[in-house]
Nanobody, 118 residues
Framework: QVQLVESGGGLVQAGGSLRLSCAAS????????MGWFRQAPGKERESVAS????????NYADSVKGRFTISRDNANNTVYLQMNSLTPEDTGVYYC???????????WGQGTQVTVSS
């Protein structure tokens, strides 16, 4: 059974940093794309960042480019999201997800709350 467990969320002041982690289990994810999404109150879930299996290809939402960095450790089936220069607009529930290449996002974590105070 596939499980994704996020951690690292919390309350931080504007300008601060957080590092999210997502531990995946249940299979080997080295050939899967891994990503982070977020959902702010009253808004739809949006893609934040994604990374391919080798880590050589990364994509970011325009709103987080230059501030967030996604990385992964295939040996430990873990994906990270380093978030710097946080603003209140970054507040939301952050979810990690994985998908096989060419398919839709198949597995989701339960989410971790990130709150940025002004």
């Amino acid at each position: 059974q596939v499980q994704l467990v996020e951690s690292g969320g919390g309350l931080v002041q504007a300008g601060g940093s957080l590092r999210l982690s997502c531990a995946a289990s249940g299979r080997t994810f080295s050939r899967y794309i891994m990503g982070w999404f977020r959902q702010a109150p009253g808004k739809e879930r949006e893609s934040v960042a994604s990374i391919n299996w080798s880590g050589g290809s990364k994509n970011y939402a325009d709103s987080v480019k230059g501030r967030f960095t996604i990385s992964r450790d295939n040996a430990n089936n873990t994906v990270y999201l380093q978030m710097n220069s946080l603003t209140p607009e970054d507040t939301g529930v952050y979810y990690c997800a994985v998908k096989p290449i060419g398919n839709s996002w198949s597995y989701w974590g339960q989410g971790t709350q990130v709150t940025v105070s002004s």
